[in-house]
């Protein structure tokens, strides 16, 4: 069975900058994307940004879009997400997921990791 895994979570202040990172274990994965998604207290989960895993195409959500980069290792079964210039609106619970379909939908995802707190202060 695939477990994923997020760390690099953590306190930061806004402008600085954070890298996440997702590992996969129990078996090499090789779905068909990837994607990160986060979740704010009290909010619903939204997405954040998606990579195809074999070609690495990429899509973001316009709140991130231009600030986050996602990108993948394959060889090393590890999704990364670079977070620069980070505003106290990022402040969420991360996740990241592994499905059969590029999308923003999270129903498109059938393997979660358990997420990891990003906390961004003023």
């Known amino acids: 069975q695939v477990q994923l895994v997020e760390s690099g979570g953590g306190l930061v202040q806004a402008g600085d900058s954070m890298r996440l990172s997702c590992a996969a274990s129990g078996r090499t994965i090789s779905p068909y994307a990837m994607g990160w998604f986060r979740q704010a207290l009290g909010k619903e989960r939204e997405f954040v940004a998606t990579?195809?895993?074999?070609?690495?195409?990429?899509m973001y959500s316009g709140s991130v879009k231009g600030r986050f980069t996602i990108s993948r290792d394959n060889a090393k079964n590890t999704l990364f997400l670079q977070m620069n210039n980070l505003k106290p609106e990022d402040t969420a619970v991360y996740y990241c997921?592994?499905?059969?379909?590029?999308?923003?939908?999270?129903?498109?995802?059938?393997?979660w990791g358990q997420g990891t707190q990003v906390t961004v202060s003023t």
């Open positions: 990579i195809t895993w074999r070609l690495g195409s990429t």
């Open positions: 997921a592994a499905g059969g379909q590029w999308s923003q939908s999270p129903n498109a995802y059938d393997i």
